[in-house]
């Protein structure tokens, strides 16, 4: 019997210190997440929004990008 090719996976998984994968709790794995946005500069991110999105998770976006990442580089298919 073939396994299936896609294999769902159920816990979040980073990186060891030999480049590995390994299953970590969502606690460590949003901690590495958020520790790899430290230090970026504003000027370094940008947010792209899609039109077909409620009004409110573009707000959500947007505000995001301005408060939290320090960026004004947002943009959106809206004007196309």
């Not at 019997?1 to 590995?20: F, I, K, S, Y």
């Amino acid at each position: 019997m073939r396994a299936p090719r896609h294999v769902r996976l159920t816990t979040p998984l980073v990186r060891d210190e030999r480049g590995e994968l390994r299953e970590a709790s969502w606690s460590e794995a949003l901690d590495r997440a958020a520790a790899g946005f430290r230090g970026v500069p504003g000027d370094a991110y940008g947010m792209f929004s899609c039109s077909k999105a409620t009004n409110e998770m573009n707000f959500v976006a947007q505000k995001f990008a301005r408060v939290v990442m320090g960026s004004n580089n947002v943009d959106s298919c809206n004007r196309t």
